[in-house]
């Protein structure tokens, strides 16, 4: 009978210093995010305010932006609805570098026997970009970005593309990694990682499809 007494003191004694804790604020926290560091700029995410928006996740250089195209074309012949109206991302890591490379890096670095893409030109593999640009096209990186669509580069994919090909090119890790970035199109912007930019897009309402 003693021992079930002190034990029912114990617990009613836990049980008002928890109650006594949690009334004075003192506890568990919730850690609240904060805002990015200065290294990211990440404020074009709040830029994805249009009615309908997707997030395309490149998996290989193939027909990919064919695919961005005919999403913007499908929304402007059916609801006559273009950029902000509608917002289009293409998520890039190590599979799709090519695309967001220009000639100079296709040329250095072999790009097109790196990813098998041959030129239309030639036959031979590509030395350029062929998917940057081309008069009458609307599948090309410029078009796209001309309809508002935002190219992104993972960085943890260009560490890893910079460590793959430092032997070959004959220089150090460190700075073929900035001479990738050097070399990336114009208006790419390099992400801290692709998974969590997927997650973010998505987070502000973005759809997805792997292409």
């Not at 009615?51 to 250089?61: G, L, M, P, R």
Request: charged share 20%; net charge positive; aromatic share 10%.
């Amino acid at each position: 009978m003693g021992n079930h007494a002190h034990t029912d003191r114990r617990t009613f004694l836990a049980a008002m210093g928890a109650v006594s804790i949690a009334g004075t604020g003192v506890g568990p926290t919730v850690r609240r995010s904060a805002g990015p560091t200065a290294k990211w700029d990440m404020s074009w995410l709040e830029g994805l305010k249009g009615k309908h928006k997707q997030v395309f996740d490149v998996a290989s250089v193939s027909t990919a932006l064919h695919a961005v195209a005919n999403y913007l074309d499908a929304f402007e012949e059916v609801y006559t609805m273009r950029s902000p109206e509608v917002n289009t991302v293409v998520g890039i890591a190590g599979k799709g570098f090519a695309y967001n490379a220009t000639d100079r890096l296709w040329g250095a670095y072999k790009l097109g026997e790196k990813f098998n893409v041959k030129d239309p030109d030639t036959g031979v593999w590509s030395a350029r970009n062929i998917f940057y640009d081309k008069a009458g096209a609307a599948d090309t990186v410029v078009a796209l970005q001309r309809r508002g669509t935002i190219f992104w580069m993972c960085n943890n994919a260009l560490t890893r593309l910079s460590k793959q090909w430092a032997d070959e090119a004959m220089k150090p890790w460190e700075d073929v990694k900035k001479d990738l970035i050097a070399g990336l199109n114009p208006g790419v912007i390099v992400v801290p990682a692709h998974t969590m930019l997927l997650g973010l897009c998505q987070e502000r309402g973005c759809t997805y499809q792997m292409v």
